[in-house]
């Protein structure tokens, strides 16, 4: 299984991004994927995820009404459209899945792959 994540950048407060991750391997793409980030000094926490079919999705409630997954199957893409950015957004963003257990993993040890982490930065 082998996820990469892109499109980070630089982008002042109230401004937005779209993430994508790219999901491959024989089971990836019929898995929930979740989204979590790590600040500087900080342990990695979750932000958001959408299950295998795309029929549901969860964010937690600091991102709550900003951010939003979605996926494209056909594709094997996964999106995070992240609104109305603020500083405390600033953070590496890292998409990934659980093989081992169904739906959206939203403690970071039940993750088993991991993309490599997206820089965003939001500045004042």
């Known amino acids: 299984v082998q996820l990469q994540a892109s499109g980070g950048g630089l982008v002042q407060a109230g401004g937005s991004l779209r993430l994508s991750c790219a999901v491959s391997?024989?089971?990836?793409?019929?898995?929930?994927v979740s989204w979590f980030r790590r600040a500087p000094g900080k342990e990695r926490e979750f932000v958001g995820g959408?299950?295998?079919?795309?029929?549901?999705?969860s964010s937690s409630d600091s991102v709550k009404g900003r951010f939003t997954a979605s996926r494209d199957n056909a594709k094997n893409m996964v999106y995070l459209q992240m609104n109305n950015l603020r500083p405390e957004d600033t953070a590496l963003y890292y998409c990934?899945?659980?093989?081992?257990?169904?739906?959206?993993?939203?403690?970071?040890?039940?993750?088993?792959?991991w993309g490599q982490g997206t820089q965003v930065t939001v500045s004042s």
């Open positions: 959408i299950s295998r079919g795309g029929g549901s999705t």
């Open positions: 391997g024989p089971t990836a793409s019929s898995r929930g």
């Open positions: 990934g899945v659980s093989v081992t257990r169904l739906g959206v993993r939203k403690v970071e040890n039940e993750i088993d792959y």
